[in-house]
């Protein structure tokens, strides 16, 4: 009942107690920031465009949010299922970061199982009833590296602008750092201030 109250009000929840070790978070974190540290000019050799960046690494700047006409300052790493059309690509220079991946997809999305049947049942539905929609699913993890701008910079840039997910729901796991902004239905603009450890879950359109 708090979940689905909280995604029909708000369309976001926070969750705590949710199982995904802490460490191993950390873990994941260490490795992303291994890649990313490995610079634009050498990442951009794992860059698949033909894939329209469905997998492996897309540059800063490469995407712009429905409706904006700035282009997005982030550049990241996408992850599809084993079984997709397009495959995977892995940096060779931090070869921890592929098992640490699958890890935080498969984790995540046994997560999101549970959540939405949880959200069929609030909407007086069988459990399976959204849960039988994602199953080998479509699904896609990125991994999201927003690149700290000077002063200067914010006054053209965006990291990400205001944009709805066109996915059913989105999970989010905390970074740390603060920045991720709410609309919900009848106030203005909020920040999410969520707890440490906390993993944010979001329905899409």
Request: with cysteine.
């Amino acid at each position: 009942a708090e979940l689905g109250e909280a995604i029909s009000k708000f369309g976001f929840v926070s969750l705590t107690d949710h199982g995904l070790s802490p460490v191993m978070i950390g873990q994941f974190y260490d490795s992303a920031r291994a890649v990313f540290d490995l610079g634009p000019d050498n990442l951009v050799r794992y860059e698949d465009a033909e894939s329209y960046h469905q997998v492996g690494y897309t540059p800063l700047e490469t995407e712009t949010s429905k409706g904006s006409k700035i282009p997005n300052s982030m550049q990241f790493w996408a992850v599809l299922r084993a079984c997709a059309t397009y495959k995977n690509i892995w940096p060779e220079e931090v070869p921890e970061f592929r098992e640490r991946c699958q890890w935080l997809f498969g984790t995540l999305d046994e997560l999101s199982m549970v959540l939405f049947a949880m959200l069929s049942r609030f909407s007086g539905l069988e459990d399976d009833y959204f849960p039988d929609m994602i199953e080998l699913g479509d699904s896609m993890l990125r991994v999201i590296d927003y690149p700290e701008l000077t002063e200067e910079e914010l006054e053209t840039k965006v990291r990400s602008a205001e944009h709805e997910d066109i996915c059913l729901g989105t999970l989010l796991i905390t970074s740390g750092v603060a920045g991720l902004e709410i609309l919900p239905r009848e106030d203005g603009w909020m920040p999410v201030n969520n707890p440490p450890g906390s993993i944010i879950f979001n329905t899409g359109d």
